[in-house]
């Protein structure tokens, strides 16, 4: 009776991964690297994009899209302050960037002419993580303001990781934060991430990161 | 061609708020007057819960309703040290609370022998604002780390509260935060909402809040 067997397809990607598939297509065929930067909000993505910009101005070129719930440009404009492309989706109250709204956003970027994108996520712990935008890695955001138990309480965030960042490590002398129950948090969830604590205020830290993504940004180039 | 006209429903209730409006009409039912405490995650939810819970000990009883991506107990079993009743709501990757995750979570709680129950959404300052639970009084904790300008960018949580709460204002002497600006940013959306700067850390501030709450939860007391 196997001619009975139920059929089983083995992975139907969604209408999201499916548009997710052609965002990586297109990068990969302009070359150019992508980063989704999540994290809560205030935990200083556009200051760790501004950060980023000015230590690897000299040797990537960079284009940023920034993800927010309402028609306010503050971030984008600070990007094109330093001189680099930015585009700002407006996602109308939702909570997270989609892959459709990424290809609607990277349709008015120079790809061509771009080692680097950052694509800034809404600010949210939740959401973003359940969707795939089609770029090369994930990254998040924590700060040090905002505890040491966030591991423990956001895991799916923490567990798609490429790298981690530890923003604002200038308030640990002002805060109460225990770094090793943070690092177990994060070793369950993702072992062996890599995790750069900085201070986008004082720059401590910094060089740490933008080498970690320039050696990503070349090794790319040289695999394609 | 009158009988013609488009007839118009005026207000339909969607599933959620029937719900929430059962919610509400228990809580009126058992004398309770209810909180709906929202922020952003780290911005100190549990520390302000607690402080509240210390500060009013004496004269209301408290319950807690605990809402939590992830099936951990921190902060529930943190009120629970404090001596007074708490339930968890694992939201199973939810990024907010629904009215009848509430209602399954006040049918644990004894109701008639409390005053005063706090509800903890979610970590999040998207979601939960679109999700009417049937609580009495919307309460947003912004805290000085995450910067001066989140008004701007997450603008419908702000529109709903009826209180205002800024913590971490122990940091403001070692964080950029411009309190004209943010201030301005809330005043916008929200005019005149009732105001509390103060520190959970330090316990500065904390009396103007609790004050406020103690006098809703006697004038809810008398309008009953």
Chains 1, 2 share one sequence.
Not at 131 to 160: C, M, Q, W
Request: glycine share 8%; with cysteine.
């Amino acid at each position: 009776m196997d001619s009975f067997r139920v059929k089983v397809v083995e992975k139907i990607f969604n209408a999201n991964d499916q548009v997710a598939a052609t965002n990586r297509a297109r990068f990969d065929q302009a070359g150019v690297f992508t980063l989704n930067l999540m994290a809560s909000p205030g935990a200083g993505k556009t200051s760790l994009i501004l950060q980023t910009i000015r230590g690897l101005r000299d040797v990537l070129r960079i284009g940023v899209v920034e993800g927010d719930t309402a028609p306010v440009t503050i971030d984008a404009d600070k990007v094109i302050a330093e001189g680099m492309p930015a585009v700002q989706i407006n996602t109308g109250g939702d909570c997270h960037l989609d892959a459709p709204m990424l290809q609607a956003g990277i349709a008015q970027l120079p790809l061509e002419d771009l080692d680097l994108i950052i694509v800034e996520n809404v600010g949210n712990l939740v959401c973003p993580a359940a969707f795939n935008l089609g770029t090369h890695a994930n990254i998040l955001i924590a700060s040090v303001p905002e505890g040491d138990d966030k591991p423990y309480k956001y895991p799916a965030i923490y567990r798609g990781l490429d790298a981690l960042i530890l923003n604002k490590t200038d308030l640990l002398p002002y805060v109460p934060f225990n770094m090793g129950y943070f690092r177990n948090g994060v070793e369950i969830l993702n072992p062996g991430v890599a995790f750069f604590p900085l201070s986008c205020r004082t720059e401590e830290g910094l060089s740490g990161w933008t080498d970690w993504i320039k050696e990503r940004v070349i090794r790319h180039k040289q695999q394609a």
